[in-house]
Every structure is written in structure tokens, then in C-alpha cells.
């Protein structure tokens, strides 16, 4: 097998060749474009791990594959997956903008694609021009609001399609764990703001204080009691979720059931989850029910940094990942197969 980490140099040699850096975007794909760029090196590597384990699981041959990158951002997976040799690549983006600059960048290096849809599941479902052999996403998974309904969703579109999934959300690993335990409170109790991280979109109020105010809105009578904890019962659910408990509580004075993660919240307009943590009993079930069997693979750390001491302690960190494995992994990989296969 031909690994797409042979293919690693010549397209960072094409992104800078063809100036994709100085490309004029919307603010937030301009300033994650950016970022990738500087990091390259690391983000390529991650890409070529996740389409050899494509090309590895796969029947077909590259050039008769069709890949979908979902969630794709300024559409750097896809646009590498092409220039690997993949034949045919989809890019979806809840996001216009970033879809826009998928497009700017697919033309600026001449790594067309073949179609550009900005929606949700449903929309790509509805748009596509042709059904994907494969779905592969970089940290996307870990934001969906109802998981086990998207699996559903592109298993009942195709049959015979295979999922890889890169996402932060280990839950082996106990540091990453708490580091993403933090960044739930800090949504769930401060909000966020543009200078958290390099990759932060919109700036947010706090999670609780977005679900009081839907609470508020409704125009239900509550104690004070009631309401707090109405509030805090309400964590991890989307505002029509959060309207169904309020009129289930309006009529029957039945609380929720106590939300089973301790930290694990999402943004209560959009449902999307602060890098939902999950455990791997928890991420099987969800694969099975919708049909797939899931299995997991380890990513690696970014030994790849500019500056040597980082990067002497990152390969210190691959070293001990090669020993400890699963409990170590900055990342994973979950890799579903249709049962039928």
C-alpha cells in the first residue's frame, strides 16, 4: 500500500506554491486557515494517519473511492485526500463561510472537488450529487448533539458506508480528561471568549445563563428552587429539548432526569457539545444500535513543533504513547463498519 504520508511534502509544497496563506477570507476560516498553515506539518501527519486507516479498511481501490469530509473547515482533509488520489471528494460545512473558503482554496490549488454542500447531515442527505463510500472528519464527532440519530441518518442513506472519525474526546486518557473538563465548566459557567484558543469561534455567553433565559422565555411560574434547578437539570440539551422539559414540568411538576456526565454540555441554541466526553462502552453502544462495529485506533502527538524543546518533549510523549497506548493518546480514531460488510 502506497501511504499518504508520501504524499505529505508535495502538498504543503502546493500550499505554499499557490500562496493559499494570502487567500482573502471571512475572519474565523482566515484565522483557522492560518493556524493549520502553521502547524502543518503536525495536521498533515493526522491526515495521512486517518486516510491510510481509509485506504487499509477499504475493498476498493483509492481511485475508485468517494469521501466525504464533514465538518471540513477551509477544506484542507478533503483537498489532501484529492491530492492523494482519492477519486472522488464531497465537502460539507455547517458553516458558509468556511464552505466559501473550501472552494476559494480547491481553486486557488486546482484540487477540484466535486461537490460543495453547507448544512447539516440532512442537507448533505437532500444536495448530494453522489452518495459517499466513506465519511471521514477531524474533531466533529465530539460536537454532534444526537450522535446515535446522525449514525442512523448515513447508515440508512448508504448501506455499505464506512466512518472515520478523529476526535479529542479519549476517554483512556485521564490528563485530557481533565483538560477538557475545564474547558466544559469554563463554557458551562464563564462563556467564551475569542482568546481561549487559537481555533475559538464565536464569542458566547455562559451555557446556564443562554438556558435561563430560554427558561425565562417560556413564561413559566417557578420558585426560585424550582428554577435553578430546572437550570442546572437542563445542561446538555438543546433549546427544544429544554422547552419539551419546561412543558412536561409545567403540567406534571416532573423534573428531568440528573444529567449522567458530570461536566458534559453543549451550546443550548446550537446543540453543539463542548467536546462531549464519552466512554468506550458508551461509544459501542452508540455504533451498534445504529448498525456499525466500531472499533478505535490511537493518534499521536505533535513532534512536529517549530520550537526544539517542544519537540523533543512531544517525541518523549510518542515514546511513552507506544508504551502506554490508549491511556496516553492525545486523540482517536473510531472507525465504524457496517455490520453488512
Not at 502538498?11 to 502547524?39: H, I, R, T
Request: charge should be negative.
Amino acid at each position: 500500500m502506497n501511504s499518504c504520508k508520501e504524499k505529505i511534502n508535495s502538498f504543503a509544497s502546493l500550499l505554499q506554491d499557490d500562496k493559499v496563506g494570502e487567500l482573502s477570507l471571512q475572519p474565523f476560516p482566515q484565522k483557522y486557515l492560518l493556524y493549520l498553515l502553521d502547524n502543518i506539518d503536525y495536521y498533515l501527519q493526522t491526515y495521512a494517519h486517518l486516510l491510510d486507516l481509509v485506504i487499509v479498511n477499504s475493498s476498493k481501490p483509492i481511485a475508485n473511492i468517494t469521501l466525504l469530509d464533514q465538518g471540513c473547515g477551509n477544506g484542507l482533509l478533503g483537498l489532501f485526500a484529492k491530492h492523494c488520489g482519492f477519486g472522488k471528494v464531497l465537502m460539507n460545512d455547517l458553516d458558509k463561510d468556511f464552505i466559501e473558503a473550501a472552494q476559494q482554496i480547491s481553486n486557488q490549488t486546482g484540487l477540484l472537488c466535486e461537490d460543495f454542500i453547507t448544512g447539516d447531515i440532512d442537507a448533505v442527505i437532500e444536495n448530494a450529487l453522489i452518495k459517499p463510500d466513506v465519511i471521514v472528519s477531524t474533531d466533529v464527532f465530539e460536537h454532534i448533539y444526537d450522535p446515535l440519530k446522525f449514525l442512523k441518518l448515513v447508515k440508512e442513506w448508504n448501506n455499505d458506508v464506512m466512518l472515520f472519525f478523529k476526535t479529542p474526546s479519549n476517554p483512556a486518557n485521564p490528563i485530557l480528561n481533565n483538560r477538557l473538563r475545564k474547558m466544559q465548566q469554563k463554557d458551562e459557567w464563564e462563556g467564551g471568549t475569542a482568546n481561549d484558543y487559537a481555533t475559538f469561534g464565536e464569542q458566547h455567553l455562559p451555557y446556564r445563563s443562554i438556558r435561563k433565559n430560554i427558561i425565562e422565555e417560556t413564561g413559566i411560574k417557578l420558585s426560585e428552587d424550582e428554577f435553578n434547578r430546572l437550570i442546572e437539570l437542563t445542561r446538555g440539551l438543546r433549546k427544544d429539548d429544554i422547552i419539551t422539559v419546561i412543558n412536561v414540568y409545567s403540567q406534571h411538576k416532573v423534573f428531568p432526569v440528573k444529567p449522567l456526565h458530570p461536566t458534559n454540555t453543549c451550546h443550548p441554541l446550537t446543540g453543539s457539545w463542548t467536546e462531549r466526553l464519552l466512554t468506550a462502552g458508551q461509544y459501542e453502544k452508540i455504533f451498534s444500535e445504529a448498525g456499525f462495529i466500531l472499533k478505535i485506533e490511537n493518534g499521536f502527538y505533535n513532534q512536529w513543533k517549530h520550537n526544539q524543546i517542544h519537540s523533543f518533549i512531544m517525541r518523549m510523549a510518542n515514546a511513552v504513547l507506544s508504551i502506554m497506548g490508549k491511556y496516553a493518546a492525545p486523540y482517536i480514531v473510531l472507525i465504524g463498519k457496517p455490520y453488512n460488510n
